[in-house]
Every structure is written in structure tokens, then in C-alpha cells.
């Protein structure tokens, strides 16, 4: 592509989406907690907390802990995902569609978040 005379590469091949919500904590439970808790009020988060899952691998976004979904369920398609709990919130952080080629990009952009609590 080329703007004002300078030559850019471009690779866009696929759309793709990343997707950032949270939930209000309160009560500062773990994530164990905070599932269970809303597993047992009848509502379904997905994948908000599956540590043992094979393809859950733990990391740390700005020196902060949580879990990396490399398949999780993204109703109607497959994504991956990022959960981080701050404390006051729980973060879910879903990348659509789930390549590795996005989860660089992805893993780049969320090494300069500032999670607010």
C-alpha cells in the first residue's frame, strides 16, 4: 500500500475481533469462586474458570495473573481468550478468530494495559 509516498506492507487476509468485557468483584473472590458462585445462581459464564482444561495456560498480563484459553467457547464460533482477576473485576479478554497470528498482535497490544480496579 502506498500513502504519501511511502511504501506499507499490509497482511490483513481474514476480519478478525478482539472482545474486552468484565464483572463487577465485590467481594474479591478467585476466579473458582467467583464461577461457582455464578454457576450456582443458574447463570454460565463461559470458560471464565477451567485451570485443569489442556488447552488453559496460565501467564501474566503486566504482572498480573490469569489464564490463557487457547479453544474456548465463543457461542457460535471458537475463540481464544484471556481471564484476569484484579480483585475488583474479572476481566475477559476473547480473540476472534483464534490463530496464532492474532494472538501475537494481541499479546503485543495487552502488554501496555493498565487494568483499573
Do not use: H
Not at 455464578?38 to 477451567?50: M, S
Amino acid at each position: 500500500m502506498l500513502i504519501n509516498n511511502q511504501q506499507y506492507d499490509t497482511a490483513v487476509a481474514e476480519p478478525s475481533s478482539v472482545n474486552i468485557q468484565y464483572w463487577s468483584n465485590p467481594n474479591k473472590l478467585s476466579l473458582e469462586q467467583f464461577q461457582s458462585q455464578i454457576d450456582a445462581q443458574g447463570g454460565r459464564i463461559y470458560n471464565l474458570y477451567k485451570p485443569t482444561e489442556q488447552s488453559t495456560i496460565k501467564v501474566k498480563i503486566n504482572g498480573i495473573e490469569g489464564y490463557y484459553i487457547a479453544k474456548s467457547d465463543c457461542e457460535p464460533f471458537t475463540c481464544a481468550g484471556y481471564v484476569v482477576n484484579t480483585g475488583n473485576r474479572i476481566y475477559e479478554i476473547k480473540i476472534f478468530p483464534s490463530t496464532i497470528k492474532y494472538k501475537e498482535i494481541v499479546d503485543q497490544i495487552l502488554s501496555t494495559f493498565k487494568f483499573l480496579d
